[in-house]
């Protein structure tokens, strides 16, 4: 299966964690707690301050990564807004993994929101990745060949020399500045495609990614006491440590990159000075960034919520709506895990002695095994904000406060009362951000979010227990109350904690699942079509066709229809119905497709909700524009030469032998099998089969339900097309348009300037000539596989004219143009979704892929 390896990931990440955890187990088992927390006192504030200017140069130069890829894909950006970008994605990714952010990354939220296309956000990442790379391949290469490190005698290597090593690693740089100096073609790999830089910007990537990679092993250096540690030697372990941290797939390599570093740096150092540094060293470069982006984005929320700046601020910041829950996710998550590792760390003495004059011991005890509670509260509250529901705003908001409560009064933990205050105080302004009235308890974890629950867990578990090695087991141990109980409370706490993550991972899982229902019941078309009575598009009429699955909205006032192929799930258009039920038709659509294993796709949506698909980690892929006439103001009588040759076409069928009429529903059997004979004459000419999906397909029952324009002569039709309605007079469209061959071509003219004039006649606003694909939708690398369906698509199945006419006729009729777009899931998925897409839509075509 297409994520058999994506759900299996996060299970390996937590074994390479719980391998580095032993380790780091097994390396200080000699020593306590109490000696690494004495360590960081130890170190001075020149180095603190020196590694926090080093870490901001860091970050500096990362957002240059985004610099290099805008200038890759021939954008203009502003250096302000790549920086911003740059910076909270980076931040955000270093804590979070690759793990949950692969497709869609706070970085393609913010840039998509400044009108970058899906393609273009992806080209710009994996350009920055590679420029990554490039750097790391770089300094290793480097470090291993002219400054070997000497690694302990208990580590074994298949090469005689690690700089056989570096010296690979330098040949593959050269051979990328090389072929971006050869190779001006672009190169295709299966279904991926990637054209060479030029030198210059070749040798930019190299050489500040090189920087990059040095400052950031600074960072850690200069927390490093003085010791014979050769910086040369140090950066070449420092990178590997961060490279197996990398592919380990634990998030931010927690644990995999301090097992490879205390197994260097032991050479050198004592255990609990080596855990101190790296612990600063993970607050610094880590925590501290993410942070700030929090401050960054929490303020200027505040600011779009003020009158004063509103009109002023929203164009600068309209990007922060979509990254705001991610980044508060991500900080109430990190908020629950201190909750949980403070409560496995012994309480300091003087605190408790000082809160026993003031609280009783009972208040103590409760408030020790609640705030531990609260923290898994928390946890587990952070992916329903991530995903807007409102609810969890509000518990997350009270989880908070009790949080802070409960710290302070367990053993006056000022310090992480005062992060959760900062959490909360970050959060009250964010509060028009989660608006979403779904349950909590709808949506079951995914296996990134269970990864990284189980490696807080497991962290927690390894804490107290290194913590109390030194306490004796006994079972009386769990019934001891007293003020300095430590041990106890951490025992206690656990199983609490433990029970009461199974009792929410039971009550979710149970949950049933939806099953897939193969074909739409009659009943459901039914509630389908009173759905329709309140919608004033047109296009959801396609729903009458009965070959799509419907999804309702929990009260039944909208639907989604869609159709699976092979790995995708694909939706035909936006939700239909209110607004107030599509965001949630979206995510639950999601929730669905997740559930079946399946690529979640939606195809020919408009602009209006573009950023639900975003918040889904969706790639948005422009694909067309719809042509729309305003009937208000068309004028072919009036104002014929406007309108070119479909004037004089309308003119000269007009009075002739040709007439125009629209016959209602009830009435199109009678005329049936002259349709039918029209269709079956119109297919044979154009060599083409039936679609359907996108577009209806000759049936008597779904034409029956519509009224149809039809142009009659000597009695007899000789060209048709059903009329799609939207409600309350807002828009009509028109869905079959088949002519009898042997009748002029004109004549589809004629039709369709008859029924924008009837429509006009009727009260409508507005008269949908379908989507036109745009030269606009050829920008990215599955282009080709793209344009040959669409060709294919709207010569035979669209209608009439070429692929590249299309536009051009539809030009004729004056309409205005809206956008179209394919929301789809990116990375390493996508030619793989647009394939089924196509193969869809075009009715299973061959030849064409």
Known sequence: MKTAFKKI????????????????????????LGQIIEQLSEIPNSYIALSV??????????TGYDGLGVRYIGEDLSTGRIVRAGFIGYAFSHNIGMALVTGGSIRYRIYSSWGFSGIKVTQIVGFSALTLWLGFCTVAGLSLVFATPELPENVAIPFDSLRIVGLLLLVMVAGYLVASTLLKEELTIKNWSFSFPDL??????????????????????????????????????????????LFSQVPGGLGVFESVMLLYLSNFMQGPAILGTLLVYRIIYYILPLLVAVVVLAYQEYLTNKRKVRVISQKAVNWIPRVVPHVLSVSVFIGGSILLFSGSMPSEVPRMEWLQVILPLPVIEMSHFFASLVG???????????????????????????????????????????????????????????????????????????????????????LGIFSYRNVAYQED?????????????????????LSFTLIISLMKLLKPKKKLVREPKEYELEKAKDILKQEPRAKPNIVQLGDKELMFSTDNNGFIMYAPESRSMVAMGDPVGPESEVEDLIWNFQDYCEEQDL???????????LEWYVDLGLTLMKIG????????????????????????????????????????????????????????????????????????????EYLSNFPIAAIFKDGEAVAFSNIWEGANYYELSFDLLRNNPETPDEIIDYLLIEMILWGKA??????SLGMAPLSGMKDHQHSKRWSKVADWVYTYGENFYNFREVRTYREKFNPEWEPRYLAVPGGWALPGVLKDITNLISGGIKGFL
């Open 9 to 32: 990931t996060p299970f390996i990440s937590i074994v390479f964690f719980v391998l580095a955890i032993w380790f780091l187990d097994q390396e200080l088992r000699q020593y306590n």
């Open 200 to 245: 210059s910007l070749a040798l930019k990537q190299v050489v500040l990614a090189s920087i990059d990679w040095i400052i950031a092993a600074m960072v850690l250096y200069v927390l490093l006491p003085e010791t014979e540690i050769n910086f040369y030697s140090f950066i070449g372990v420092f990178l590997l440590a961060q490279i197996i941290g």
């Open 53 to 62: 200017f080093f870490s901001f140069l860091s970050y500096v130069i990362l």
């Open 376 to 462: 898994v509260g928390l946890m587990v509250l952070a992916r329903s904000l991530q995903r807007r529901i409102e609810g969890a705003y509000h518990f997350t908001v009270g989880l908070l406060i009790f949080g802070i409560i409960f710290t302070l009064m367990r053993g006056a933990d000022y310090e992480e009362a005062s992060i959760l205050a900062f959490m909360l105080l970050v959060l009250v302004p964010c509060r028009g951000e989660f608006h979403r009235k779904t349950s909590v308890m709808t949506k079951g974890f995914s296996p990134g979010w269970v990864m990284m629950i189980s490696l807080v867990f497991i962290s927690a578990i390894w």
């Open 762 to 767: 009727e009260g409508y606003e507005w008269f």
């Open 625 to 700: 524009e719809e042509a729309r006439v305003s009937l208000t103001d068309f004028e072919i009588e009036e104002n014929g030469r406007r309108y070119g040759d479909l004037y004089d076409h309308h003119k000269k069928y007009r009075g002739s032998d040709y007439s125009f009429r629209v016959i209602p529903p009830e009435e199109t059997r009678a005329h049936m099998a002259n349709f039918h004979a029209i269709s079956n004459r119109w297919i044979e000419a154009k060599g083409a089969d039936e679609l359907g999906f996108s577009q209806g397909i000759f049936n008597e």
């Open 599 to 609: 690529w979640p796709v939606f195809y020919q949506v408009r602009e209006d909700y």
């Open 477 to 497: 141990l769990w019934w001891q109350f007293t003020l300095l109980g430590d041990a106890p409370r951490y025992l206690r706490a656990m199983v609490g904690v």
